[in-house]
């Protein structure tokens, strides 16, 4: 409560967004994680799910359903803004404080792509499910014949991971957060014969034979709630928990 009252605290001074994580851990001797990626996989068939390891990042597995940048052979680039969340509401308008978040990320998207002489074309706003909890989305489209890594690190970390002015975001992460993020809020993706799929790495767990810890952010603005910010965070990394939960031996 404290770390997250100082930057709430210094948003209302200057306006902006800080997303600030935590991180769920527990022991990890008895868990089957080839049993917890199928568990989770099976909840969200529609996100980028990974499981992955190398020796520089340890092991990692996530159900992401933030894509990054999609650039397929033909010259077309997909992105979205994905911020602001709320457990699922079938028609409820969001709230000024899940709408401004959500603005900031938009925003900052459509500028990047502009720097890089891309004109984005963004669509209608939609809900994006994920189990109990939904997000705004907008889906951010474009035409790009180059090298999408260059895109991708234009992009990275966007306000939905990091905040927004970004260098005033990342050092109220690096003065509250009291554990490292390693490859939280990064990326990860594939490339196939149709082009390049790049994820944020998220609704994730870091984990090795003796432990696990599990990540999960909100996005903080000047309207934020400590509470609500808890809860939200608590939502995001449930499946997670009860899939982790399940395959102990």
Not at 21 to 27: A, E, K, T, W
């Amino acid at each position: 409560d404290n770390a997250l009252n100082t930057v709430v605290n210094g948003l209302k001074l200057r306006g902006g967004k800080t997303v600030i994580s935590r991180v769920i851990c527990g022991d990890a001797y008895d868990i089957d994680w080839l049993s917890v990626a199928e568990k989770y996989f099976n909840c969200f068939p529609s996100t980028f799910r990974y499981l992955y390891y190398t020796a520089a990042t340890g092991a990692w597995l996530g159900a992401s359903p933030e894509l990054l940048l999609e650039c397929d052979n033909a010259g077309n680039l997909s992105t979205m803004s994905l911020a602001g969340t709320r457990m699922k509401s079938s028609d409820a308008a969001w709230d000024d404080k899940n709408r401004e978040e959500h603005d900031y990320v938009t925003r900052y998207i459509v500028d990047k792509l502009l720097s890089l002489g891309i004109n984005a074309a963004v669509g209608c706003a939609e809900n994006v499910s994920y189990g109990a909890i939904e997000h705004l989305c907008h889906r951010i489209t474009a035409r790009y014949a180059g090298n999408p890594f260059i895109v991708a690190d234009m992009l990275s970390p966007t306000p939905a991971l990091a905040g927004t002015p970004l260098d005033k975001a990342l050092n109220d992460i690096t003065l509250n957060e009291r554990h490292p993020r390693r490859c939280y809020g990064g990326y990860v993706g594939v490339t196939d014969s149709e082009g390049t799929h790049i994820f944020v790495n998220l609704r994730c767990v870091h984990f090795d034979e003796a432990r696990y810890c599990i990540y999960a952010g909100g996005g903080i603005t000047a309207k934020s709630e400590s509470a609500t910010e808890w809860d939200e965070t608590s939502a995001k990394s449930q499946v997670l928990l009860n899939a982790i939960n399940q395959s102990r031996s």
